[in-house]
């Protein structure tokens, strides 16, 4: 009898945001499908125990640490995948920053900047490098969010930067269609993660009102969103591209 394949059997998959939460779960799915993965983000320490625990798992891991907001550290991470593992095949486009809470007309320019630079400058410098670099076609999926779809109880910038991703990886599903790259968006509810025990910590009540607003009325594990963007990563979604797949236990759906 033949072993099962991965949906990722061989693959080269750079994964940003990979130092918690969401990132790290598809840090271990994505390995666990056959992926060889390269971890990007700020939290070199983080990324070297997580790829060191891959590796002693059977997978072929390593890291590059790196600001996404840096065209620079991109093209650094993605070069590295290619150098390390010859090719790359899949990214997923992770990171994220929520930034300050508050109303729009009391927040700082500062927030903006990072919240527009982290989610939008970030996925716009990962698009690029990475498309240069899958000459043999491949498959990218970026983080959006329900704040994607809808104006959702977070900051406005969030909401603004979380829309653009989705304008982004619609533009670039067009144009790299004849090129064999397909390009496709999440959009996860709530989801357990550092800068949602943050949000929650500082908002009282937060956390009951944010899972009724799901029919789900509870917060995904972050393994649960990761198994959706390996999914559109892989070959199994290969008439998927241009689209936004909710992750979000319904909370768009009513
Ligand atoms: N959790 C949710 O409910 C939820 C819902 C919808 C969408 N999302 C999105 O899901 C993604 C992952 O977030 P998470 O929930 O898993 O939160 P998290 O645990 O806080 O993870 C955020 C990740 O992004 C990395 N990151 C932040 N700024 C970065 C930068 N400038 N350069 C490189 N890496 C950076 C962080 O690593 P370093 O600090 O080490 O750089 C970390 O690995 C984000 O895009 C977030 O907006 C989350």
């Given at each position: 009898?033949?072993q099962?394949?991965?949906?990722?059997e061989g693959?080269?998959?750079l994964?940003?945001?990979?130092s918690?939460?969401?990132?790290a779960?598809a840090?271990?799915?994505f390995?666990?499908?056959?992926?060889?993965?390269?971890?990007?983000?700020?939290?070199?320490?983080?990324l070297?125990?997580?790829?060191?625990?891959?590796?002693?798992?059977?997978?072929?891991?390593?890291?590059?640490?790196?600001?996404?907001?840096d065209?620079?550290?991109?093209?650094?991470?993605?070069?590295?995948?290619v150098?390390?593992?010859?090719?790359?095949?899949?990214?997923?486009?992770?990171?994220?920053?929520?930034?300050?809470?508050?109303?729009?007309?009391?927040?700082?320019?500062?927030?903006?900047?990072?919240?527009m630079?982290?989610?939008?400058?970030?996925v716009?410098?990962?698009?690029?490098?990475q498309?240069?670099?899958?000459?043999?076609?491949g498959?990218?999926v970026?983080?959006s969010?329900?704040?994607?779809?809808?104006?959702?109880?977070?900051?406005?910038p969030y909401?603004?930067a979380?829309?653009a991703?989705?304008?982004l990886?619609?533009a670039?599903?067009v144009?790299?269609?004849?090129?064999?790259?397909?390009?496709?968006a999440?959009?996860?509810?709530?989801?357990?993660?550092?800068?949602?025990?943050?949000?929650?910590?500082r908002?009282?009540?937060?956390?009951a009102r944010?899972k009724a607003?799901?029919?789900q009325n509870?917060?995904?594990?972050p393994?649960?969103v990761?198994?959706?963007?390996?999914w559109?990563?892989?070959?199994?979604?290969?008439?998927?591209?241009?689209?936004?797949?909710p992750?979000d236990?319904?909370?768009?759906a009513?």
């Amino acid at each position: 009898m033949t072993q099962p394949q991965g949906s990722l059997e061989g693959k080269v998959a750079l994964i940003t945001g990979a130092s918690s939460g969401i990132g790290a779960a598809a840090a271990r799915v994505f390995a666990r499908e056959g992926a060889r993965v390269v971890l990007v983000a700020r939290r070199e320490a983080r990324l070297k125990e997580l790829s060191a625990e891959l590796r002693a798992g059977g997978a072929q891991a390593s890291y590059s640490a790196g600001d996404v907001q840096d065209s620079g550290d991109v093209e650094q991470a993605v070069a590295h995948a290619v150098e390390t593992y010859g090719r790359l095949d899949v990214a997923f486009n992770n990171a994220g920053a929520g930034g300050e809470l508050g109303p729009l007309h009391l927040l700082e320019d500062a927030t903006y900047d990072l919240v527009m630079d982290t989610n939008v400058r970030g996925v716009w410098n990962c698009l690029r490098h990475q498309i240069r670099a899958m000459t043999h076609g491949g498959s990218i999926v970026n983080t959006s969010s329900v704040a994607g779809l809808v104006a959702s109880s977070v900051p406005a910038p969030y909401i603004a930067a979380k829309h653009a991703v989705i304008g982004l990886t619609k533009a670039a599903a067009v144009e790299c269609a004849a090129d064999g790259i397909r390009v496709n968006a999440i959009a996860p509810g709530l989801t357990r993660s550092e800068m949602v025990e943050d949000w929650l910590a500082r908002v009282p009540g937060q956390e009951a009102r944010s899972k009724a607003s799901a029919p789900q009325n509870r917060m995904a594990a972050p393994e649960e969103v990761a198994e959706a963007a390996a999914w559109l990563c892989s070959d199994r979604s290969s008439f998927v591209t241009g689209a936004t797949l909710p992750v979000d236990g319904g909370r768009t759906a009513w």
